[in-house]
């Protein structure tokens, strides 16, 4: 029940805005994140919030890239910004019924969208 939209091709420097909805659940995700996978690289994290708006990011991406999240419309975004070519990957969100303060892993995952691409060209 996690849709991810909003990828596409950009040039270096520009902005995307992902959007992730979450719906069909009867309780409570109190932790989402996004995350994102390049060719040939496993998973990594790139950002998370709980509930309560507690927010981390990957080291490397601070002050780049923002997330929020709408928790009466179920909506989680990630703007970001001043985009690179080593960005591009396929941008996953992700849930988890735990509270995470720190960075959510992908192994603490339990409930995945179905990505979306970006693509940063140089």
């Known amino acids: 029940q996690l849709q991810a939209s909003g990828g596409g091709l950009v040039q270096a420097g520009g902005s995307l805005r992902l959007s992730c909805v979450d719906s069909?659940?009867?309780?409570?995700?109190?932790?989402m994140g996004w995350f994102r996978q390049a060719p040939g690289k496993e998973r990594e994290s790139v950002a998370s919030?709980?509930?309560?708006?507690?927010?981390s990011y990957a080291d490397s991406l601070k002050g780049r890239f923002t997330i929020s999240r709408n928790n009466v419309k179920n909506i989680m975004t990630l703007q970001m910004n001043s985009l690179k070519p080593e960005d591009t990957a396929v941008y996953y969100c992700?849930?988890?019924?735990?509270?995470?303060?720190?960075?959510?892993?992908?192994?603490?995952?339990?409930?995945w969208g179905q990505g979306t691409l970006v693509t940063v060209s140089s």
């Open positions: 992700g849930a988890s019924r735990g509270l995470h303060v720190r960075l959510l892993r992908p192994s603490e995952s339990e409930y």
């Open positions: 069909g659940r009867t309780f409570t995700i109190y932790t």
């Open positions: 919030i709980t509930w309560s708006g507690d927010r």
